[in-house]
């Protein structure tokens, strides 16, 4: 089955509400976030929240449910992993992924949860934050077989640059080099790239929509958003067009065809295409069933 991550919907843990709202959202996956949303003091909160959540309300939503923890280098991630690996997780968001031992470290206390408690295998999207982690995102992202996705964060980033959020040009061309290498690190290692959430004012649907066509041109399959208003203007722009998906129908009949006919290439509309513009063409025509899939399931 396809990973269908186009929007994905960061929910403070220690607010049931907001948890129990999320349900009904149209988010292709829902994050659970126990680590920048959650106060020191309500940590052990929201692991309790969290845990009740995936055993009694996970099942009503019908996407995936990721948790974002808390890095390893907080001394609370073996906490965090003790009572959110249970039945109804689906993945593990690791916020501030430097190397490829942070995902080692993870995929070993995984690994044991799972033989523990009779576990299916959980994945893992490392959240590559820092100068260091965006130098070392194609090593990271190849350091495990678990690993659904990749995906960027700005935040941190632009700390480490010596800006911040407000600097921010409307390009935002202080971000192109990072969000390059990390999209091109998640194509090599064959799986989706995953945008910052925009982190302007949440009423600026304009913002939203400029920053997701973007991330869009620069290859990311997906983006996180902070509020579930961004979430339709991310769907729209992450779901394939009708133009998109009758030319991918075109290229799978006229390679199959050429494959019938002992052909190793095809012509559609007077270019060549080969096997990778075949597979292309599957993989979206696959997302584009998994979306009708997902939109039935919610209604």
Not at 217 to 245: C, D, M, Q, W
């Amino acid at each position: 089955m396809t990973f269908l991550a186009r929007s994905l919907l960061f929910v403070p843990a220690n607010s049931w509400r907001l948890m129990l709202s999320s349900l009904r959202s149209e988010a292709d996956v829902v994050v659970l976030d126990m680590e920048d949303a959650v106060p020191m003091g309500e940590k052990e909160t929201a692991r309790w929240l969290v845990r009740e959540f995936l055993k009694e309300e996970r099942r009503k939503f019908g996407g995936e449910v990721f948790v974002r923890v808390n890095s390893s280098t907080t001394g609370l991630l073996e906490d965090d992993l003790g009572f959110t690996v249970v039945k109804g997780l689906d993945g593990i968001v690791l916020p501030k992924t430097e190397r490829v031992e942070d995902i080692k470290y993870l995929e070993k206390r995984l690994q044991r949860l799972e033989e523990e408690r009779g576990l299916e295998e959980v994945r893992i999207i490392p959240l590559v934050e820092s100068a260091m982690g965006v130098e070392r995102s194609l090593e990271i992202a190849l350091s495990s077989h678990r690993i659904c996705a990749l995906s960027f964060g700005m935040g941190d980033f632009l700390r480490d640059l010596g800006r911040s959020v407000s600097d921010l040009s409307d390009d935002e061309i202080e971000l192109l080099y990072a969000r390059s290498k990390v999209s091109v690190a998640s194509a090599a290692a064959r799986i989706p790239a995953l945008d910052t959430p925009f982190l302007g004012l949440i009423i600026d649907r304009e913002g939203v929509r400029r920053q997701a066509l973007l991330a869009r041109r620069l290859g990311y399959k997906g983006k996180y958003a902070i509020h579930p208003s961004h979430i339709p203007i991310i769907n729209e722009v992450f779901t394939p067009s009708e133009k998109e998906i009758r030319e991918a129908e075109e290229i799978v009949k006229a390679y199959e065809e050429a494959v019938r006919r002992g052909l190793g290439a095809a012509s559609h509309r007077g270019m060549m295409i080969d096997r990778m513009n075949y597979e292309q063409a599957k993989a979206l025509l696959e997302m584009v069933r998994e979306i009708e899939s997902r939109s039935g399931r919610h209604s």
